[in-house]
């Protein structure tokens, strides 16, 4: 078995035309939803430890032993360190287009940065008084559809018509997101994306990365002169020419292939 | 001692009014692991009212389930009781002491001084990326304080580049010339950072400080 691990504000069922060429070649394929996405409780707070923690629980209740595990986006960052606490828990790891580098908005000085900076944390700080009361804007399945199109256009209208049957609910007024609407990233933070990197330099367990060359809005924007340097030892960085942030999804087939080529 | 209640998202905030006054209060935050009640012991002279703030998980405010917690949770929560109190001088003691450096950056004109004082939770976590530990389960999951903010709020990152950041606000926008004042005695790679800044006092005691921001 495996298990595959969704990216931030994403939900299992965007592997629901990957995973099943991966079950086709009879692996039992295991996703859930991350706290606060798709269909999985809202939570009080929500945080990276507790995500990790999160995962860790799911994958205990299913199995004991080591299992592959395939991982997009924010999915993948969070498996890198959790294979890092944990290596026991991950035989083989496959990392979707999660491997943040250190970029710096570029032609923005200094000043204007903390500027931006000192906006954000307010606009933050600002929503979490009002954060309770917040609810998802309702639309029709195509307008939401449409929303979504603009961090993802890339994909298909049909497809995205397709994960608002998945990842929202029909209320008496239209549909909304199930994403929790309490969630926003303040864009501020002590983190920094190299972690995620040195992360990646010390794991043990065989790797494979996958990174498409366009950029997308819901993308990291990392490159591969950004990757290789920190690559585990035996790891391998495969390049998607012409794809974005959602390679699973562009390339189900291509994709599937190489990741059951790497398992095997 | 009077207790307000403040919803933060789905957390319900103990505020805990330690002593009336007249003037601006002055706002004080616990260390990692004690409540409000461990600040009314604070020996402190000061005319404005005097309020004590019990973070997420912490003291009579709600645990919630299952963790998650963050320094900036904790900023947010400080944000909270301020826009109940209006301008204040904050007093903040170990992990406190680190949520008063960030609310004093974040709230820079409505924060008028914070100091900075010893307590359980003033180191915090590493200044780089550190080796992970596993932790599965916890005992008296649901009972302040929560355990999961204790596990999670004792090893949070605190780089320098990012604590200066919150200094060099409150500086730059409180028109203070020296809104922040550490009067603790161990100095963390973080504390350290933040003393070599520019309006930031150190080698004061709080209640010199403390008579310092009365004044403003």
Known sequence: MLFCVHGGSDFAGTFDVFAPLLAAAGWRVVAWDHRGHGDSDHAALYGWDADIRDALSVMSRVTSAPAPVVAHSKGGALMMQLAD??????????????????????????????????????SWLDFRHVAGDSNRKPGTLAELAQRR????????????????TIG?????????WKLDPTMRFGGFGPWRPEWASLRMAALTVP???????SDEPMGWGARARDV????????????????????????????AGMVLEFLS | MTT???AHNRISLALHEVRPGTGRPLLLLHGLGESAASMTRLDVGWDGP????????????????????????????????LRELGEATVVGRGLGAYIALLIAGARSSIVRGAVLLDGPGLAGGAVHVTSNTETTTVERAGQAPDPWALIELSHDARPPTYVTTF???????????DPIAVACKVTPPWVEAISAEPGVLTDIGLQEALDIYAQI
């Not at chain 1, 030892?233 to 087939?253: T, Y």
């Open chain 1, 85 to 122: 606490g944990s290596p026991y828990r991950i035989s083989r790891l496959v990392n979707i287009d999660g491997m943040p580098s250190k970029r710096r908005m570029p032609d923005v000085p200094d000043h204007d940065q903390s500027r931006l900076l000192a906006d954000s944390i307010a």
């Open chain 1, 149 to 164: 199109g603009k961090m993802n256009p890339r994909l298909s209208t049909e497809w995205l018509e397709y994960l608002v």
């Open chain 2, 4 to 6: 307000v209640t403040l």
């Open chain 1, 207 to 213: 790797f494979l990365g996958l990174l498409g060359t």
């Open chain 1, 168 to 176: 929202a609910r029909q209320d008496e007024d239209g549909w909304r």
């Open chain 2, 167 to 177: 200094a060099r606000l409150a500086l730059n926008g409180s028109g203070i010339p």
């Open chain 1, 228 to 255: 290789r340097p920190f690559l585990p030892a035996g790891g391998r960085l495969e390049l998607l020419d012409g794809v974005g942030h959602f390679i699973h999804i562009e390339e189900p087939d291509l994709v």
């Open chain 2, 50 to 81: 005097v309020w004590a703030l019990d973070f997420t998980g912490h003291g009579d405010s709600t645990v919630p389930f299952g963790g998650g917690y963050s320094c900036e949770i904790l900023m947010a929560d400080a944000d909270i009781a």
